[in-house]
């Protein structure tokens, strides 16, 4: 059974950084596209950004030189650097497919919250 696992949000002050890493048991994403999504409250989920297997790279605008995603086919790992945190980037954080016809069990997601 496929397992997505997001890891290493937190508690962050307006300006500072993070970084979000995704795993999977079952899912090889140097053969795959994934996305980062959130999902804030009272919010639809939304995607942020994504990248196709062989590297092409999308962003939500409103994250757009903000937010880097990268792989490590080595980790078998996805990530997403964030960079210039404001509030209004306080959400729950999941990654999965990019293409809604396509999703993975939703993961636990990981916790981002941007307050002084």
């Known amino acids: 059974q496929v397992q997505l696992v997001e890891s ?12 979000l890493s995704c795993t999977s048991s079952g899912i090889i994403f140097r053969f795959n596209a994934m996305g980062w999504y959130r999902q804030a409250p009272g919010k639809e ?18 994250v757009k030189g903000r937010f880097t995603i990268s792989r490590d086919d080595a980790r078998n790992t996805i990530y997403l650097q964030m960079n210039s945190l404001s509030p209004e980037d306080t959400a729950v954080y999941y990654c999965n497919s990019p293409y809604g016809n396509k999703w993975y069990s939703w993961g636990q997601g990981t916790q981002v919250t941007v307050s002084s």
Do not use: C, F, K
């Open 8 to 19: 290493g949000g937190g508690l962050v002050q307006p300006g500072g950084s993070l970084r």
């Open 45 to 62: 989920r939304e995607m942020v950004a994504a990248i196709t297997g062989g590297g092409r790279i999308n962003y939500a605008d409103s």
